[in-house]
């Protein structure tokens, strides 16, 4: 069968701040447009970076989302977040928390306070995941996805894939997801490979966290780099030239409009003119600085 072809591999922009907390750089909508990684509307990358200690946390202070869901991936360091319905918590290294802001949540998101005062490397991936019409408004649901929920597939070559969403050799990741979704940390060593496949129609990258791949025999990237693959086939092959830590996502796409306003992404500019109001309004709630 013929593989599933990349279509472009991506080198991070130079990285800018979220807050004063979060050094990342965009690959989506930066470099890969919302429709075209759809339901994937927006990534960004805090590539391992040492933050210095800090008394007062570093972060990003109250704002509001609506129409998506927020997924935070921490590989180095924590971030500990409280929203404006008394909810919080902290994502610890290894941690994922998915958030499904729909209707609306305010939030604050900052480097838990032990990390902040001790310092350390931070290694960060937020990822927005779009909702389907019927769902942006329904109710805000959190699930925060500790390492110990993840499900592990050992590979043969040795090896894992570590599902978060979505299935693999029938097994299936903790996170509940509104439409196909698939979120895997696949751990390779050196000199091992293993195929993934999905169906064609998934919009389908990876990132890569650690180390070196080889994709199909063909194409090498290097860490911190962005793989776009094409929709022409269903399977690749991955090759760890070095031990390698990559994040794929593959999921359906949602065949709607795409209208997005900051951190608002709706289907119409109607319905963001609304957000805004119902965000001056207070309607998505109080939350302290
Ligand atoms: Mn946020």
Redesign the pocket.
Known sequence: MEKRKVATVLAPLEPHYVGDGFRVSNFIPGQVSMRRMNPFIMLDYNSKFYFPPSEKPRG?SV?P?RGFE?VTIAYKGSVAHHDSSGGGGVIGEGDVQWMTAASGVL?K?YHEESFSKQGGDFHMVQLWTNLPAKDKMSSPRYQAISKDKMVHIPLPQGGEVEIIAGNFKNKTGPAITVTPINLFNVRLPKNTSTTLSFPAIYNTALLLIEGSVKINDQNIVQTDHFVLFENNSEEFIVEAIEDAVVLLMSGEPIEEPIASYG?FVMNTQAELIQAVHDFQDGKFGYLAE
């Open positions: 990003v704002h989302h927020t939030h998101e951190p």
